[in-house]
T-cell receptor
Framework: AQTVTQSQPEMSVQEAETVTLSCTYD???????LFWYKQPPSRQMILVIR??????QNATENRFSVNFQKAAKSFSLKISDSQLGDAAMYFC????????FGAGTILRVKS | NAGVTQTPKFQVLKTGQSMTLQCAQD?????MYWYRQDPGMGLRLIYY???????DKGEVPNGYNVSRLNKREFSLRLESAAPSQTSVYFC?????????????FGPGTRLLVL
């Protein structure tokens, strides 16, 4: 069975600085998709970024980018120029034939 | 365009009571899903419906039933609620049930079973 591990239960970052959230996964499949979802206090799950496993180029969405290392089964999220509105729980998720979530990382942003 | 909506937002039940959580999407998506979220854990799949007229079990289906009423609506029923079903429930939808799918989530229903 596929598993997703987020080893950092909680992270803190100063406003305007950069932070990286870690994610590793376990799978025997070669074709799959990876996602980062943001869950603010409102509980709404918001898609942040998506990576297709067959693409070598790392996905980027404005201040959010990923470091996808397929051989290492690693999928980290980098947030640049952190803002107060980035404070939330972040979930890494793997989709082979069903969506599997990690346990989440709480990100706190200090002003 | 409301996306995915869920009702109610919050509910308190007594052990043994039944209730139905409602979910609707207006994105014309084929696939719909029900998840539960417990503290310290990510979302876990309860049931899903790949298309209208079909439903399948997910990771944690025990104690739940679902109905895909039409393409827009997918309900989750607790026949006899138990304290272990205290959780936050999310409905999601996606355009097709393939690996490319991006799932879009509703705002969640917080359920407390006493």
């Amino acid at each position: 069975a596929q598993t997703v591990t987020q080893s950092q239960p909680e992270m803190s970052v100063q406003e305007a600085e950069t932070v990286t959230l870690s994610c590793t996964y376990d799978t025997s499949e070669s074709d799959y998709y990876l996602f980062w979802y943001k869950q603010p206090p409102s509980r709404q799950m918001i898609l942040v970024i998506r990576q297709e496993a067959y693409k070598q180029q790392n996905a980027t969405e404005n201040r959010f980018s990923v470091n996808f290392q397929k051989a290492a089964k690693s999928f980290s999220l980098k947030i640049s120029d952190s803002q107060l509105g980035d404070a939330a729980m972040y979930f890494c998720a793997y989709n082979g034939n069903k969506l599997v979530f990690g346990a989440g990382t709480i990100l706190r942003v200090k002003s | 365009n409301a996306g995915v909506t869920q009702t109610p937002k919050f509910q308190v039940l007594k052990t043994g009571q039944s209730m139905t959580l409602q979910c609707a999407q207006d994105m014309n998506h084929n696939s719909m899903y029900w998840y539960r979220q417990d503290p310290g854990m990510g979302l876990r799949l309860i049931y899903y419906s790949a298309s209208e007229g079909t439903t399948d079990k997910g990771e944690v289906p025990n104690g739940y039933n679902v109905s895909r009423l039409n393409k827009r609506e997918f309900s989750l029923r607790l026949e006899s609620a138990a304290p272990s079903q205290t959780s936050v429930y999310f409905c999601a939808s996606s355009d097709m049930r393939t690996r490319q799918e991006t799932q879009y989530f509703g705002p969640g229903t917080r359920l407390l079973v006493l």
